[in-house]
């Protein structure tokens, strides 16, 4: 519960203002907030307290404006997320369950931590470092919660408590007062920025591999001496290549930049026909055998295959995964197929989650049982999946008979290459 000597501020707004004054929250395990009640181990903290820009304590357990498959997720689960934005989604999944554990097991403070999903999680850090001032997961203060805020947010603004809000000028003078019914309407407002705070990333962008590039272009420019201007006769003369570059490479212009390999997504869920185990001498040389019982290590792997339409010349390099945990942003603008169950978690982690708008941006691939009906599911993905079928394994025919095999593998090939065309690779593409 907050702190009853000052306006109670939501919780959300608290936690945002705290961290943008660099003044992080304590966890306690009592309301009072002494310092004999200060934890570092948030299975045993009941509470919250805040020490800016006012004092003020919060149960763990309290319900935020944050919602979650239209549940409100408690202060315990936001202030978690907080402490794990900067671990990698299986890290912090796993913190999570262990901090359940902890908090079920005798002496801990019971409850439940939710975890939230990738997207909810980006956009919840984003709205907490004041890089967005939106979100569409918060539900918007309203009524008296509203203006309470406002009067909370015109002291913070003052240093008092109590009143509207003083604005300072620059030279120390007291400006003019903000009614806190106009302090509201500015609360409401949408704040326009940069490029950078519009696209709401919460990371800079590695543009090393750019620079790399360019030193090769620049460096050369920078080591050429200065010439004096030509004359009438000699502007008319063909240059010759400069001292510093050998004549083979000036007449052979430079090579293009090496193009970005396409991208793969297959299924991790144990039901799937196609696994990192098998994947790969399915596409290569057009034969199908049933998984291995055992799990892989593999994570990645690379095929070639050459695809007369997108270049002629060079056989290109796809890359096989079946998770996006290691994905950069931009690694998504290079999936060109992804390989489906027909089962919806698997796209939870993906950057459109929802299978109309992942198929409507990348090739889906539906493997299945010659003769065994699709499943529903799949047939109301529409036209962005295709549906293909092998025939059964059967135990003890060690893959004899299976010339069938080599066509459902050419047509894959087929859908992808017609797919990538559609979308602009080529020979010059990247």
């Keep these: 519960m907050a702190d009853g000597s000052a306006v109670p501020i939501d919780p959300l707004l608290i936690l945002r203002s705290s961290i943008a004054s660099n003044s992080p929250p304590v966890p306690t395990t009592s309301a009072d907030a002494s310092a004999a009640s200060a934890t570092d181990n948030l299975a045993l903290a009941t509470h919250l307290h805040f ?8 149960e763990l357990s309290a319900p935020t404006r944050f919602v979650s498959s239209s549940t409100p997720v408690d202060l315990r689960s936001i202030y978690f997320a907080w402490q794990k934005k900067d671990v990698a989604i299986p890290d912090y999944i796993a913190s999570a369950q262990q901090l359940n554990e902890e908090l079920s097991t005798l002496g801990g403070a019971g409850g439940k931590v939710q975890n939230l999903v990738f997207v909810e999680r980006l956009d919840l850090i984003t709205w907490l470092e004041g890089a967005s001032d939106e979100s569409e997961y918060i539900t ?9 805020a406002a009067v909370g947010a015109a002291m913070v603004a003052s240093g008092a408590v109590g009143g509207a809000a003083t604005v300072t000028s620059a030279s120390g003078r007291p400006g003019k007062t903000i009614d806190p019914r106009l302090q509201e309407i500015y609360n409401g407002e949408r704040r326009m920025g940069d490029r950078n705070t519009v696209l709401r990333g919460i990371k800079p962008t590695d543009f090393s591999h750019v620079r790399k590039s360019a030193e090769a ?36 212009p430079k090579k293009p930049t090496r193009r970005p390999d396409p991208i793969i997504l297959l299924s991790p869920s144990a039901s799937s026909l196609l696994r990192m185990s098998n994947i790969k001498p399915f596409l290569e040389a057009g034969s199908y055998a049933p998984p291995a019982p055992t799990s892989t290590t593999t994570t990645i792997l690379h095929i070639s295959r050459l695809l007369p339409s997108i270049d002629a010349a060079r056989p290109l390099r796809f890359i096989l995964v079946d998770s996006p945990d290691q994905f950069k942003p931009d690694y998504w603008e290079r999936v060109v197929a992804v390989f489906t169950t027909g089962q919806t978690w698997q796209f939870k982690s993906y950057r459109w989650s929802q299978p109309g708008d992942l198929f409507a941006r990348v090739l889906g691939v539906y493997l299945g049982w010659r003769g065994e009906e699709v499943p529903e599911a799949v047939r109301g993905w529409g036209r962005g999946v295709v549906n293909v079928g092998v025939d059964k394994w059967i135990e003890g025919r060690k893959g004899e008979g299976r010339w069938r095999d080599r066509e459902v593998v050419e047509s894959i090939w087929g859908q992808i290459e017609g797919w990538m065309k559609g979308r602009g690779w080529g020979a010059n593409a990247g």
């Design 51 to 58: 020490s800016s820009p006012s004092h003020q304590t919060y």
């Design 140 to 148: 918007p203060l309203a009524g008296e919660e509203a203006r309470a």
């Design 217 to 252: 272009y620049l460096g050369r420019t920078r080591a050429r001496p200065s010439a004096p201007a030509p004359s009438a006769s000699t502007a008319l003369r063909p240059a010759p290549p400069p001292a510093s570059i050998p004549p083979s490479i000036a007449s052979h």
